[in-house]
C-alpha cells in the first residue's frame, strides 16, 4: 500500500512569473492544492524536501500528509501528488500540483504493473513475453491505494495469456477497465527469414557475352 508521508508547505501570496522565480530563488518550490470541494490554494513547499520524498517514492502514487503552516496556525490536508512538472532544460523541479482527497471517499488511480518471474514459454521455447497494459487504472479508498501491482507470469507457455480478470488485487482495490482485456502474452518465437534469393542473385558472376565480328555487308550498310 502506499504509504502517506509528511510535507511542510505554505501559503503563498506571490502570483504570476515574476513572483514564482523569486520563490525559487529563495529555495522553494511554487505547489498548488486544489480538490473537488475546495478553491485551489497557492503553497511552496522547501526544494529539498520534495526532492528526497521523490527519490525515496516506490511507485507513481504518492499519498502525502501536507502539514501547512501560516503563522502558529497549522493545518493538515492528505493528498496525491497530481503533477510534477520539470525544466525542460535543466530538468529540475520548478512546479507541483497537489490533489485533496478523503481517507473516506474512494479515489480513481492508475498502478503501475511489474511482470514478477520468467515465463515457461519464454525460459524454454524461446518465446517472447508482450506487456499490452503498462498501468492497471483501478479504484479505492486512498489508504488502500498499492504503490504497483506485480503478476506472476511465470507459468505462462506459448501462446498463453493473462487478462485483467487474471490479476489478483490488493483487499479494497478494485479494477475499472473490462476484465477481459489481455495485460500479458508469450508469443511464439519469431525467426527472421533470410533473403535467399537476392544473396544468390548477388553472388552469381556476372556473364559477359563475346561479341560477334560484324561482316562485310552489316559494315557496308553503316556506311
Do not use: W
Amino acid at each position: 500500500m502506499a504509504n502517506q508521508v509528511k510535507l511542510s508547505a505554505r501559503p503563498r501570496v506571490e502570483v504570476g512569473r515574476n513572483a514564482l522565480s523569486k520563490v525559487r530563488a529563495r529555495g522553494a518550490i511554487p505547489a498548488v492544492l486544489y480538490g473537488a470541494r475546495d478553491a485551489a490554494t497557492n503553497l511552496e513547499i522547501d526544494k529539498k524536501d520534495i526532492q528526497n520524498l521523490l527519490s525515496r517514492a516506490v511507485g507513481e502514487n504518492i499519498l502525502v500528509d501536507l502539514e501547512i503552516r501560516e503563522g502558529a496556525t497549522v493545518s493538515n490536508r492528505t493528498s496525491l501528488i497530481q503533477e510534477v512538472q520539470h525544466h525542460p532544460v535543466r530538468g529540475e523541479i520548478i512546479h507541483v500540483d497537489f490533489h485533496a482527497v478523503s481517507m473516506t471517499e474512494e479515489i480513481d488511480a492508475e498502478v503501475v504493473l511489474e511482470p514478477e518471474g520468467e515465463p515457461v514459454g519464454v525460459k524454454t521455447f524461446g518465446g517472447l513475453l508482450q506487456q499490452s497494459m503498462r498501468s492497471l487504472p483501478i479504484r479505492c479508498l486512498p489508504q488502500n491505494l498499492p504503490n504497483l501491482i506485480v503478476v506472476d507470469v511465470s507459468g505462462l507457455n506459448i501462446g498463453e495469456s493473462l487478462h485483467v480478470r487474471d490479476i489478483k488485487l490488493p483487499p479494497g482495490v478494485a479494477a475499472v477497465p473490462d476484465e477481459d482485456l489481455t495485460v500479458f502474452i508469450v508469443s511464439e518465437p519469431t525467426v527472421a527469414e533470410e533473403p535467399v534469393a537476392a544473396a544468390e542473385e548477388a553472388a552469381a558472376p556476372e556473364v559477359i557475352k563475346e561479341k560477334k565480328p560484324e561482316t562485310e555487308g552489316a559494315a557496308e550498310a553503316k556506311k
